[in-house]
């Protein structure tokens, strides 16, 4: 049915909402980060000053080389685990429903919670360490969150531990959706349980494995409530991921347009990831 | 998809129970740590260990954490945060699924130009990192009158909330038989009428899906929290942040513990009760388009 005025009008207030606080104020930002603005913004024009100077900053190549660490490794292990997860879950097992919910759960938590109970899990003073000081092996070692060349691995363990779930979730949609008839035929040809994994069926979950690394690597770019709580970024600056550098120059550090081309570029990084994805979702969805 | 006939051999059953019992317990045991410590006092945890149950038990920390901790000025607990974290959740899940189940509606069951790219905007706006929006939002609720508000942050949840539960609902909404709503029409039903009699008395799995969804994201967010509220309005997530990460002195991990699970509770519940439902969101936000 055509629209009529009544239609119009009342989705009218959510284009509005979104077209000024969604794309409005990504032009906003972006026209600040070619400002001068410091503790305010200012709508003076200074060119790409503040992109030369975000790119000589320390603390941006600190930021981006975490980032790079982070999300390689939480991505990659994620979708390993995720993979095994729902592969084990997929042997017709008992209490199906037990497990699912318990490797799931922590996707209900804040990333403030995790990020609470991972921060003394591993903190050496009171954690796991000292946990195996007191029962006896004196030489344990793990002080990780200590240490600055190791802290980013801790925020890897604890992203993971809250998203693995998920992952496995979406692999377990798509392993149900698998065609019979070829795993039958390959067991027919007498293949192995692994071996059928292995060639037939991991071969088809191809789309899964697209949708998770989207998924996750634009959760890795947005990370900043679990370093935040985990970490706070230190020691040091030591995981300072693009979120906290944002953070930290707009509205600690009086230099917002700097602040702002982080967040531009962090927007784009996601774009690069986000967008090819969503067009040919889309494009999917026409076609039928 | 594997075959019954081939898992059915002993061995391979035991190995495959006892790695799912390991992976289930180490799932586990961070919420285990939680919930242990904050029943042991002080003394127990920096002599003892994380692992073990409570010698001593004490509900001190969990009265302590809720209602004497100092996270304001004032000594006053999570109480008052975990307060706005409701008064924050409840307007803004409601009127944010509202919004999504008129959009669905819209732009399901009526043809107007341009309905594919702006559903593909509100798509893309799902995914944006809201570092980008931050500045020109604190200036916006700034010359509102609600910066530093819990009516903010109702706010700035349900503008960015817009685009799942319209991505929900036009989901569902998609797959409605169109021949109900036909004959509706025929039957002299109005805008309205088509809406409240035929589509949402059969919308209960998508309101729910829609509802746990939002309830846990916006009881779980922090960084709208952490930039657009003060001493009176913070939410439960930066209260919780600044028990633990701002104490000076000495470190009462029992009281983070207690506090954390405060935190957990509400987003835990829901999760137990209608973890379906939950996943259900997971899948339908991940599948997009």
Known sequence: ?288 | MADRRSTGRGADRVILYAVLLCLALLFLLPVYVMVCNSVKPLDEIRGGNLMALPIAWTIEPWLTAWSTAQIGVQPTGLKPYFLNSFLLVVPAVAISTLIGALNGYILTQFRFRGANLLFAAMLFSVFIPFQIVLIPMAKTLGILGLAGTVKGLVFVNVVYGIGFTTLFFRNYYAAFPHELIRSARMDGADFFGVLVRILLPSSGPIIVVTVIWQFTNIWNEFLFGASFSDYSSFPITVALNNLVNSSTGVKEYNVHFAGAFIAAIPTLVVYLVSGKYFVRGLMAGSVKG
């Open chain 1, 1 to 288: 049915m055509r629209a009529g005025a009544l239609p119009k009008l009342l989705l009218s207030p959510s284009v509005l909402l979104v077209l000024v606080c969604v794309y409005g104020y990504i032009m906003f930002t972006i026209y600040l980060s070619f400002t001068s603005s410091t503790l305010m913004p200012s709508y003076e024009w200074a060119g790409t000053a503040s992109y030369q100077r975000l790119f000589a900053q320390e603390n941006w190549r600190i930021a981006l080389s975490n980032l790079w660490v982070f999300a390689s490794l939480y991505i990659g292990v994620a979708v390993a685990l995720g993979l095994g997860f729902a592969i084990l879950i997929d042997q017709h097992i008992r209490a199906e429903g037990a497990f699912r919910s318990i490797f799931l759960y922590p996707m209900a938590l804040s990333f403030i919670v995790t990020g609470t109970a991972w921060k003394w899990l591993l903190d050496p003073g009171v954690g796991l360490e000292h946990t195996m000081h007191n029962i006896g092996w004196e030489s344990f070692a793990f002080g990780w969150i200590k240490d600055s060349d190791m802290a980013i691995y801790c925020v890897v363990i604890a992203a993971v531990w809250q998203t693995t779930g998920f992952v496995m979730a979406l692999f377990l949609a798509g392993l149900r959706g698998v065609d019979a008839e070829q795993i039958s035929a390959a067991r027919v040809d007498g293949a192995r349980t692994w071996q059928i994994y292995l060639h037939v069926i991991i071969p088809q979950l191809g789309p899964v494995f697209v949708s998770a690394f989207v998924i996750l690597a634009h959760m890795a770019i947005k990370s900043y409530d679990l370093v935040i709580a985990l970490t706070n970024g230190g020691p040091g600056r030591s995981t300072w991921l693009p979120s906290v550098f944002m953070y930290q120059y707009s509205f600690t550090r009086n230099e917002m347009s700097v602040g702002a081309a982080s967040a531009v570029m962090m927007l784009a990084a996601i774009g690069l990831v986000v967008l090819p994805y969503l067009f040919s979702e889309m494009r999917k969805v026409e076609n039928g």
